[in-house]
T-cell receptor, first 109, second 114 residues
Framework: DAKTTQPTSMDCAEGRAANLPCNHS???????VYWYRQIHSQGPQYIIH???NNETNEMASLIITEDRKSSTLILPHATLRDTAVYYC??????????FGKGMKLTVNP | DADVTQTPRNRITKTGKRIMLECSQT?????MYWYRQDPGLGLRLIYY???????NKGEISDGYSVSRQAQAKFSLSLESAIPNQTALYFC?????????????FGPGTRLTVL
């Protein structure tokens, strides 16, 4: 599984867009990029995933660079309830979701 | 009602005791997983099951065993609990035929081994 690098933490003002970066320079061709988040010791929650095209759903957008070595999760209008630890997880055919330490996003009023 | 439930939600036990954590799901998914989370760290996979006849070890299976009693039930046992098994335990499910490999997590069981 590819290793990932995320900032330890990030702050964002409520109502503004939150752009969460992730570096996965060793990602292999068959690995998707998954994003999950965990709100204060609750079970992790799936957000979005993608392979090489940009993706959007009701929660977020995912921008993957053309070389696939990095991606950015975008929460277009962050709310206080988006405060959580966000995990960027490359995953191929394995059943494993390898959760690193993630990145703590704090949305401030 | 929650789709993935875990019982108990909190448990305090003593070193050497056998305990069982239970997970039930109403999502009809065939795949189920057990993870543990230590403070400040991400989740680590303990065991996973593709169906009632298929059990697989994950990253950290030593000291744990599992039982898939039915499609909807997957239990985790600690045969002889030790303090470094103090952690937050999560059960998860997934359905290959749904969104590819999206896993749905339960609320967690906080286990303390004294």
């Amino acid at each position: 599984d590819a290793k990932t690098t995320q900032p330890t933490s990030m702050d964002c003002a409520e109502g503004r867009a939150a752009n969460l970066p992730c570096n996965h320079s060793t990602i292999s061709g068959n690995e998707y990029v998954y994003w999950y988040r965990q709100i204060h010791s609750q079970g992790p929650q799936y957000i979005i995933h993608g392979l090489k095209n940009n993706e959007t759903n009701e929660m977020a957008s995912l921008i993957i660079t053309e070389d696939r070595k990095s991606s950015t999760l975008i929460l277009p209008h962050a709310t206080l309830r988006d405060t959580a630890v966000y995990y960027c997880i490359p995953r191929g055919g394995s059943e494993k979701l390898v959760f690193g330490k993630g990145m703590k996003l704090t949305v401030n009023p | 009602d929650a789709d993935v439930t875990q019982t108990p939600r909190n448990r305090i036990t003593k070193t050497g005791k056998r305990i069982m954590l239970e997970c039930s799901q109403t999502k009809g998914h065939d795949r189920m997983y057990w993870y543990r989370q230590d403070p400040g760290l991400g989740l680590r996979l303990i065991y996973y099951s593709f169906d009632v006849k298929d059990i697989n070890k994950g990253e950290i299976s030593d000291g744990y065993s599992v039982s898939r009693q039915a499609q909807a039930k997957f239990s985790l046992s600690l045969e002889s609990a030790i303090p470094n098994q103090t952690a937050l335990y999560f059960c998860a499910t997934s359905d290959l035929h749904g969104r590819a490999y999206e896993q749905f997590f339960g609320p967690g069981t906080r286990l303390t081994v004294l």
